[in-house]
């Protein structure tokens, strides 16, 4: 068994491998280092992630132990959809996740692309030199992703700095000319870690950089410069560059995109929440309003008449039964006004408003014993809503000159001028020349506000109470007076 050990050891020496090993150990034994810091701090970070099972942390904990990096990537990715949603800020970026697992991928990749480079200048004059580059780089590009955050303004901007000069350095003394992987993972590093503006800036830097000195590093080291292959190695690398670039930059501003529609939905799924709470409050208020012009004016209507037929229940008993009875139709017919209002909510159907208008006065006179005369002029047809608010605005005007001045007489004017509608409203009641404002008359003028008209008030003692509603229509509204 010895005999074959030493065997096999002279004929890894006799190919040169015990060699190349003991050549890399500057960059092996640093590495080794790093990748047990890395597994430790994913560890940890996987310990205390309080967003995942017990047997979910047993599973990535053992994975990043046993694949090390390759698994931590996979743990960041498999996370990210449990991390608490962040606030919403003007400026949103990609999940941290996304970007260190990332991040991780790019650490592999530099590793991988380092040895490769280093087994091929073994034995050349920069050997050493380049194997301190690279680790520099990668040491530089580990602490860049891992702790240095915005707020540490000097190394957040320096850092990219010393990578871009440990890198080109490294391409200068290259002699295999493999350095351009090394190249792009490190341009992938900082559109990675950086903002898109930021990312430009250092890309066009390590860009010009780049090129320049493969220009420079062909002019100086070659003797004879082939005209066609200058040209062709330069178009190469500067459209691998173009191509790289722009993969990882259109990457990243997709996911940003991702990330700012995600805030905006979730920002819009709020909002319609709060617009369905204040949907529910207007609607709330709407019911109220109409319940409030249906019942006040039935119950008003109706009281008249019951008072006037217990006044003649001892004079004319055969007209107070008549008073009674149009109480309890008129009770009747309030009732079905406000299921016919609640169905209208829900509804919106269009209204016959003549006739609806037509009827409304006809029962206010005869449940009320008021005079109403109407004056009624206008051929543009109403919106449903226009219709609403004129019949239950004169409704309440009805109900207030009963209940308030004690009216007998009432004149409903209405007319239309170009683009304007005007409904004037005026009773002969009693009036001592204030108007209070209350639940009623507030209502109307909010609802006639809302549609973009306007409500005005006028009482002159001795001459009663007038009001006067404008509000603007179109011909081409497309409502039905019919």
């Known amino acids: 068994m010895l005999l074959l050990l030493n065997e096999w050891y002279n004929g890894l020496k006799t190919f040169g491998v015990i060699m190349v090993i003991k050549d890399l150990l500057?960059?092996?034994?640093?590495?080794?280092?790093?990748?047990?810091?890395?597994?430790?701090?994913y560890i940890k970070h996987c310990w205390e992630n309080n967003k995942l099972s017990q047997r979910e942390k047993a599973l990535f904990i053992g994975g990043i132990a046993i694949f090390n990096i390759i698994a931590a990537a996979v743990y960041l990715f498999f996370t990210r959809k449990k991390e608490v949603e962040a606030k919403i800020s003007k400026k949103i970026?990609?999940?941290?996740?996304?970007?260190?697992?990332?991040?991780?991928?790019?650490?592999?990749?530099?590793?991988?692309?380092?040895?490769?480079?280093?087994?091929?200048?073994?034995?050349?004059?920069?050997?050493t030199t380049i194997i301190m580059l690279l680790t520099t780089c990668f040491i530089?590009?580990?602490?860049?992703?891992?702790?240095?955050?915005?707020?540490?303004?000097?190394?957040?901007?320096?850092?990219?700095?010393?990578?871009?000069?440990?890198?080109?350095?490294?391409?200068?003394?290259?002699?295999?000319?493999?350095?351009?992987?090394l190249v792009l993972v490190v341009l992938a590093h900082i559109i990675n870690k950086y903002s898109l503006k930021e990312a430009k800036f250092y890309s066009l830097?390590?860009?010009?950089?780049?090129?320049?000195?493969?220009?420079?590093?062909?002019i100086l080291l070659t003797v004879t410069i082939n005209q066609n292959e200058f040209f062709n190695t330069i178009y190469v690398n500067f459209v691998v560059f173009v191509l790289v670039f722009l993969a990882f930059y259109t990457l990243k501003k997709q996911l940003i995109?991702?990330?700012?529609?995600?805030?905006?939905?979730?920002?819009?799924?709020?909002?319609?929440?709060?617009?369905?709470?204040?949907g529910a409050i207007t609607e709330r208020n709407i019911i109220t309003g109409e319940i409030h012009d249906t019942v006040g004016h039935t119950l008003t209507t109706a009281i008249i008449s019951i008072e006037a037929g217990q006044k003649l229940m001892d004079v004319d008993l055969p007209l107070a039964r008549d008073k009674f009875t149009l109480a309890g139709e008129?009770?009747?017919?309030?009732?079905?006004?406000?299921?016919?209002?609640?169905?209208?909510?829900?509804?919106?159907?269009?209204?016959?408003?003549?006739?609806?208008?037509?009827?409304?006065?006809?029962?206010?006179?005869?449940?009320?014993?008021?005079?109403v005369t109407e004056i009624i002029e206008i051929q543009t047809p109403l919106l449903p809503i226009q219709q609403r608010i004129l019949l239950h605005a004169i409704k309440e005007c009805a109900t207030n000159s009963l209940r308030h001045g004690g009216s007998t007489e009432a004149d409903v004017l209405i007319q239309e001028y170009k683009d304007t509608l005007c409904l004037t409203f005026s009773d002969n009641g009693v009036s001592n020349g204030e108007i209070n404002y209350g639940f009623g008359l507030n209502n109307m003028r909010e609802r006639v506000e809302s549609i973009g008209g306007c409500l005005q008030t006028q009482s002159i003692p001795g001459e009663g109470f007038?009001?006067?509603?404008?509000?603007?229509?179109?011909?081409?509204?497309?409502g039905n007076n019919d």
Request: proline residues 2%; charged residues 20%; positive net charge.
């Open 26 to 41: 500057p960059f092996i034994v640093p590495g080794i280092f790093i990748q047990v810091f890395i597994q430790a701090y």
């Open 93 to 127: 970026e990609i999940d941290s996740n996304i970007r260190q697992g990332i991040f991780v991928l790019l650490l592999v990749a530099f590793e991988i692309f380092t040895l490769r480079v280093i087994i091929e200048n073994v034995g050349s004059e920069a050997y």
């Open 140 to 181: 530089l590009m580990i602490i860049n992703g891992l702790f240095v955050k915005r707020q540490h303004t000097l190394f957040y901007f320096l850092l990219p700095a010393l990578q871009i000069i440990c890198i080109i350095f490294a391409v200068y003394l290259d002699k295999a000319q493999n350095l351009e992987f």
């Open 205 to 218: 830097v390590l860009f010009l950089l780049y090129i320049s000195t493969i220009v420079i590093k062909m």
């Open 257 to 278: 995109s991702n990330a700012q529609l995600h805030e905006a939905l979730k920002t819009l799924k709020e909002q319609s929440i709060k617009l369905e709470e204040m």
């Open 330 to 371: 008129q009770i009747k017919r309030g009732l079905s006004d406000i299921r016919s209002s609640v169905k209208m909510i829900q509804h919106r159907k269009n209204m016959d408003f003549l006739s609806e208008l037509k009827y409304l006065l006809s029962e206010i006179c005869k449940n009320t014993n008021m005079k």
């Open 466 to 478: 007038m009001v006067t509603i404008t509000i603007p229509i179109s011909k081409d509204q497309g």
